[in-house]
């Protein structure tokens, strides 16, 4: 019994073999690469991301569009349904928790129903953390008017954040009291206020002492404050904003642009988002190309959002930066086929990435 067994070992990897001879790659190796997808994901459970930034609630207004105002030439949406989420530091935050892993936030929310409603939505997505109450400004509030599936309207309800010296001290002690018990730090800059730069040199200061892996979805102006951070995600616009150079357009030039990013700022890695062209990766000695995983793309609110989210998880469940970028961008290939600010599962990656 046990050499038939033994046998059909033999002939298993024997098969293996010959398929990857005959179709130029490894089966075997292709296994492998979802058994360790398998892995990483199964490991999000034990991982705890503590996520600081700006908070914002989206607002979607969805209806259909039949005819043209007689008032000005703008069209009239009938309108069918309202939702609300999360959005800013509060959409990676969600991300983070639907992928099973936990998550402590940490922003300020402002005031009126629109501050009440958000503590709510993120309660209700087991977000928890430190969220200061500012009601003497209006909680941002970005509203987006959609018809059949397109965007073609967004109102900002925003008034810059004023962060105050007693908020900051209360941000750096529940940092400093938490910093053990989380797997990682992520930094989600939208320059709404929060992030003065003396209090992101103390997030930056306590991750390091506490030797955790420190992720920025940065904000171009305060590019030159993240220096040493383990992983900093800008998109094309904001990597040349935060450098105050044109946008490059052509890879060659982003590539250029990477490197000089990781000299000047010494961060561990960098990936510079590209939209539709995918995304390029560059640590000390490596630069890769990881084309676009989307099949479709109905809506990209938030898919920046779900990049660091995912990738941070990446990192603190033990992958590889490589890892990191290629689940992430099979996470953003799932929710920019969503409309609306959306999240993903750890389920909806493992089917994605079998396409």
Not at 92 to 115: D, F, P, W, Y
Not at 156 to 169: G, P, V
Not at 197 to 223: G, Q, W
Not at 235 to 245: D, F, T
């Amino acid at each position: 019994m046990k050499f038939e067994k033994f046998v059909v070992i033999i002939i298993s990897c024997l098969r293996a073999f010959v398929v990857s001879v005959l179709k130029g790659n490894s089966y075997a190796f292709e296994l492998m690469k979802r058994k360790r997808l398998e892995e990483i994901l199964k490991r999000f459970k034990k991982q705890e991301i503590l996520v600081i930034g700006d908070l914002i609630l989206d607002r979607f207004i969805q209806g259909k569009v039949n005819r043209i105002s007689p008032e000005a030439p703008v069209p009239i949406v009938k309108m069918s349904n309202e939702n609300f989420s999360p959005g800013g530091a509060g959409n990676v935050a969600v991300n983070i928790t639907s992928l099973g892993a936990k998550c402590k936030l940490v922003g300020i929310i402002g005031g009126g129903q629109e501050g009440k409603l958000l503590k709510v939505l993120l309660r209700k997505r087991k977000v928890k953390g430190l969220f200061l109450s500012n009601c003497a400004q209006p909680t941002i509030t970005k509203t987006r008017i959609l018809a059949q599936g397109q965007q073609l309207l967004r109102l900002d309800q925003e008034k810059e954040i004023s962060l105050s010296q007693q908020f900051e001290k209360r941000i750096e002690k529940y940092l400093a009291r938490e910093a053990k018990f989380v797997s990682a730090f992520l930094i989600s800059d939208y320059g709404k206020g929060i992030f003065t730069p003396s209090l992101l040199k103390k997030v930056i200061a306590i991750a390091r002492e506490n030797k955790k892996t420190i992720a920025v979805d940065p904000y171009p102006e305060h590019f030159f404050l993240y220096r040493g951070v383990s992983l900093l995600t800008p998109n094309r616009q904001e990597a040349a904003a935060g450098m105050k150079k044109r946008e490059p357009e052509t890879e060659r030039e982003v590539v250029h642009l990477g490197k000089e990013i990781r000299r000047r700022l010494n961060c561990k890695s960098l990936f510079i988002t590209e939209g539709s062209l995918g995304m390029t990766i560059f640590e000390k000695k490596k630069i890769i190309h990881l084309p676009t995983q989307a099949r479709e793309v109905f809506d990209v609110t938030g898919a920046g959002d779900t990049v660091i989210g995912v990738a941070t998880l990446v990192l603190s469940a033990g992958g590889t930066t490589l890892e990191a970028a290629t689940i992430a961008s099979f996470a953003a290939g799932v929710v920019v086929g969503k409309v609306g600010t959306a999240t993903v599962s750890a389920k909806e990656i493992e089917e994605f990435s079998k396409i």
